[in-house]
């Protein structure tokens, strides 16, 4: 245990005897060797999980009250250091509960941070900033209003709404999430309505205990607003509007507070959010969604790494709550786990597998139809007969998704005489052309300048755009369709729907309603597009040049490539009365490549999923891959590349010399440059480690930890270093 230190004369002394020792966990900052709860003193005991206010340095920060270490209650002090007392209690908030507790320790474990720097993220930011006076000003505020609202709230109870009539599939899944314990992999195709069986399994939980609480997670902001409403819509009337609550990074500090204090009183019975609301305070949880569950923006890329996924399947069984994980392309861990028992595999996976192979009424999934490349004129962006079949969709009214996952103008631009191309002078990256505003733009490390008149190098004018984005395609298709007249005698409209265009304030909601109402015949987008929207007269969709991912060093590509165009494909013909209105031309996803053998295309074409995990697995098992293995890099960021390795090496060579537990069944592979070695001016490496078994890995990186610290103080040219569990991205 540590204890706050007290070198510091201008802090008021102990007055009062204190008697109580308290611990509580503080964010102390990252890197400190710090993990532990700190140790100080109080006149009364606190309960556990209690919010506090105490001093550490000169600041006085929130602090949770954090479970006495069971070896004795007396903190042991190093000589010379003074214990110090709490500041005060933050009343009006109840304590945080034993599991909230143990979810946060476990994370701050598993995932090799410091107990208190995960406790504390984990709680809205206000609730940090707060003077306990403020805060209780803001409980009263609350409590007041939800008094003058008691009456009004009564009178807006209605009974259950009706729901929808469940499809075959959705009632045999529901069944079974009933009957069983789970955690369950709902596998739906896209518009096979996993939503309502999430509907349907929450209202069941919330009907079966007059308290109960459900969480239900959805990678992007994006998606959450098309979530509330569904969820307003069918809540609202029975528990009233202050039933369900959001969590994500859009919303103000004091809207995140307002959530979180709704859901940690219970008053909110439905929280919905993106992975930072794993870490919700819910006593009385009952079920947790995770919806679109392979989705990468799960995993947490600064801090904590933490896998809301994974964290959502640990509190499922920590805190009883049942566990319901949907995907139409489940990543390849939970498919894995959700493998049926087999007679060399009695057991099976841990999670039970929920199949709802069909959509909802007559929809057919799209036919995917493969364009060789090979085949095409030379230098088409788009093929004669692509846009063929965009002309045709655009003329009978329907509307079109062209995927491409690039924005901007062009990826670089060169001069065709010397060979200039518009490096980032601070990273190892090309900065991307974005016409617009006639800028070229570093998207590692957002280094902006003006794009120059002349080859910098040569001086030579004619320097021209390599490769395309998301903005040239968007343009080149508006001149393409050009004379094409939809059956409303306009001139057909093509729109763009990236990071770009949506940067303001509800820019995406109001372009994503131009789209629904059919103001945009063809909408140009990035991933941001293709997940999750339920688009209604969609009846095309295109990927330009998705080959790029076939042939990545990271093993997870082609997962990611497959479930992005499924995900595409998900989002033409999902309305089988408007298809059968306009005639019945089935939907159709179309793909550009180069490579129309690839077994990849082939899954895709059949909507397998199955039979591309099958292949993928076997290919991951052949080469002692996840989720056969277990990972966890190790990144170090330096000055120079050889003085990242060298940290690197140094703490592989202390591993080993200090016999870790764990080393006999860990691999530690040789530090190697990462993809884009250098950003804004920091050289970064990494190195993998690799194990057959969790539990070793665990165990080494625990022991590990000390290691890394120490050995830092001998690399003064390492910036930072840091240790991801379970990394995602290779
Ligand atoms: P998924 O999430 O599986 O892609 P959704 O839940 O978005 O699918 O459902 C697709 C569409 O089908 C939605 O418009 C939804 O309202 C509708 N839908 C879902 N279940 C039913 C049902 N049982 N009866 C009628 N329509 C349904
Ligand atoms: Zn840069
Ligand atoms: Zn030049």
């Known amino acids: 245990m540590s204890t706050a230190s007290v070198n510091d004369s201008s802090l008021p002394p102990v007055t009062k005897p204190a008697s109580h020792w308290l611990w509580v966990a503080v964010s102390t900052p990252a890197h400190s060797s710090v993990s532990e709860p700190l140790s100080y003193l109080s006149d009364a005991p606190i309960a556990p999980g209690t919010l506090v206010r105490v001093p550490l340095g000169r600041r006085e920060v929130l602090g949770v009250v954090w479970d006495a270490p069971p070896d004795g209650a007396v903190p042991d002090l190093p000589e010379g250091v003074t214990p110090r007392s709490i500041a005060g209690v933050l009343q009006g908030v109840a304590p945080l509960d034993a599991s909230w507790r143990r979810l946060t320790a476990f994370t701050a474990r598993y995932y090799q941070r410091a107990l208190g720097e995960v406790a504390l993220a984990a709680l809205p930011p206000q609730l940090r900033d707060l003077t306990p ?26 009974p259950t709404p009706a729901p929808v009539a469940l499809s075959d599939e959705q009632r045999r899944a529901t069944l079974q999430i009933e009957a069983e314990d789970g955690p369950f992999l709902l596998f739906g195709a896209t518009g096979s309505g996993k939503t309502e069986v999430y509907l349907h399994s929450v209202q069941r939980a919330l009907e079966a205990d007059p308290r109960a609480q459900v969480l239900v997670m959805v990678p992007e902001i994006n998606l959450t607003p098309q979530l509330e409403a569904r969820f307003l ?77 994974d964290l959502a399947v640990w509190r499922g069984r920590e805190q009883q709550a049942k566990v319901i994980l949907g995907s139409a392309t489940p990543s390849l861990e939970s498919w894995h786990a959700s493998r049926s028992p087999s007679t060399d595999d009695p057991h099976g996976g841990r999670y039970l597998r929920l199949h709802m192979p069909s959509r ?113 395609l968007e343009e080149q298709l508006a001149e393409l369709l050009r004379n094409v007249i939809t059956p409303q005698r306009r001139a057909a409209r093509v729109a763009r729907i990236d990071a770009d265009t949506t940067k303001a304030k509800g820019a995406l909601e109001e372009q994503l309603a131009a789209v629904h109402s059919g103001e945009i015949d063809v909408l140009v987008g990035t991933q941001m597009v293709a997940k999750g929207h339920d688009f209604r007269r969609i009846t095309l969709v295109a990927a330009v040049q998705p080959d790029g991912a076939l042939f990545s060093s990271d093993f997870r590509a082609p997962e990611r490539l497959f479930a992005l165009l499924m995900q595409a494909a998900g989002r033409a013909g999902r309305d089988a009365d408007y298809i059968a209105e306009q005639g019945g031309n089935p939907p159709e996803m179309w793909i550009q490549t180069w490579h129309p053998e690839h077994s990849l295309y ?108 120490a050995e830092r103080a001998n690399h003064k040219a390492v910036i930072r270093w840091l240790v991801d569990v379970d990394p995602q991205a290779i």
């Not at 590692?444 to 001086?459: D, E, I, L, W």
């Open 233 to 309: 819509e069918r809540f609202a009337p029975v528990y009233g509007d202050e039933a369900v609550v959001s969590m994500h990074s859009g919303m103000t500090s004091a809207q995140r507070l307002k959530s979180w204090l709704a859901a940690h009183t219970g008053e909110a019975r439905i929280v919905l959010g993106t992975r930072m609301a794993v870490f919700a305070s819910m006593p009385q949880l009952a079920l947790i969604v995770v919806d679109e569950e392979h989705d990468a923006s799960y995993k947490q890329q600064e801090g904590a790494r933490y896998s809301a996924r």
């Open 602 to 709: 082939t899954s895709l074409r059949r909507h397998d999923y199955p039979r591309f995990a099958a292949e993928q697995l076997q290919e991951r098992a052949d080469a002692g891959m996840p989720p056969f293995a277990y990972q966890a890099l190790v990144r170090a960021d330096a000055r120079t590349q050889e003085a990242a390795q060298a940290f690197l090496t140094a703490v592989s060579e202390r591993a080993r010399e200090a016999q870790l537990p764990g080393l006999d069944h860990v691999f530690l592979f040789p530090p190697v440059p990462m993809a884009v070695q250098r950003v804004a001016n920091v050289e970064r490496a990494q190195m993998l480690i690799e194990s057959a078994h969790r539990g070793a890995l665990q165990h080494f990186l625990a022991a590990w930890q000390s290691v890394l610290h």
């Open 133 to 158: 006076e403020q805060m209780a000003r803001r409980i009263q505020r609350k409590t007041r209003k939800k008094k003058d609202m008691a009456g009004v709230a009564s009178a807006a109870i209605h």
């Open 360 to 472: 909802i009424g007559a929809a057919e999934l799209p036919r995917v139809r493969l364009v060789d490349m090979g085949q095409q004129p030379r230098g088409a962006v788009f093929s004669p007969p692509l846009l063929q079949a965009i002309t045709e969709r655009v003329e009978r009214g329907e509307q079109c998704l062209v995927l491409l996952n690039r924005r901007g103008f062009a990826p670089v631009l060169h001069c065709k005489d010397c060979g200039w191309k518009s490096d980032c002078p601070h990273c190892s990256a090309h900065q991307v052309f974005h016409k617009i505003d006639r800028t070229l733009r570093c998207h590692h490390c957002g280094f902006t300048q003006r794009v120059p008149h002349a080859c910098p190098s040569c001086g030579n004018v004619d320097i021209s755009p390599l490769g395309r984005g998301t903005e040239q």
